[in-house]
């Protein structure tokens, strides 16, 4: 046997006889490594309480989702079905709610989509302009009675829409606005709505004053500064307003409502009304398929604005 063979076997020899490290097994008391079955064991109790966090969590989810996914299942039944069979799965599936609701009422379903669009592309104009504004002014400009404003605004948020829905519709009613896009849009360039402005102002407040007083010192204004510092830097605050505005303007009935009364100027959540007849048979169908419909743009302006929602919360909220 040669040199080399001998040192190959007193090594493999060694490896056989080498005893565990300490610690190999896992964490040990004594210098006695403790079984891996026990480290199993002692994991249980986090192993249970995560589980049943998961289990509770997927079981609200899915009660808060189940009105959604019964609407749309019903939307695929005949109307004779639709309250006879609360499953999900369909047992006769029928698209013509589809096509007949998009052409039920006076005019094409498209018709009343393009008008909540042009409702909501002001909503959301005007809540972007007004509210990064008037966050700009509370949050960076000293005037006489700022903080007594900025409560007032903050105690406007607590009032709730029908509490000021006559007043205004007398003003819009001696205004002639009555019938017009008018009354759900201009109040809008006015920030009327505090929740925004105090997200703005949230954010504005967590932007550092060392780059407005740089700014200010190479000669820039208070527009220059809003607009060229702020604006910017603002980003998720801005498209969490859009993001809110949208989805809160889409779904709105009660305004449009009392506010538009010829089925031409119709939006969405109205005209959804009209599926629904107290005196007669009511197409349950249609107003199933469309209630699909109109939500598809609420979940393609949330799937994209995701990223931007959280990041305006997240940067908004935290100080």
Known sequence: ?????????????ERRGRAPAPGANGPSSGGVPRPRAALRRADWPGLVRRTGKHALLTTVGLVMIYPLLWMAASSLKPDALIFRDPSLIPSEVDLSNYTLGWTALAH???HYLLNSLVVVAGAV????VSCSMA??????LNFRGRKLWFAVMLMSIMLPIHVVIVPQYVLFSSLDWINTYLPLVVPKLLATDAFF?????????GVPRDLTEAAHIDGAGHARIFLQVMLPLSTPALATTAIFTFIWTWNDFFSQLIFLTDPEMYTVPVALRTFVDSTSD??????MAMSVVSLVPIFVI????QR????????????
């Open 1 to 13: 046997m040669t040199e080399h063979d001998l040192l190959a076997t007193d090594s493999r020899a």
């Open 108 to 110: 094409p379903f498209t």
């Open 125 to 128: 104009l005007g809540n972007l």
């Open 135 to 140: 966050g700009y002014a509370f949050a960076r």
């Open 197 to 205: 402005i105090f997200l703005m102002v949230q954010f504005f407040r």
């Open 282 to 287: 009511s197409s349950w169908g249609s107003l």
């Open 302 to 305: 949330f799937l994209f604005g």
């Open 308 to 319: 931007y929602l959280v990041r305006g919360i997240a940067t908004t909220g935290l100080k």
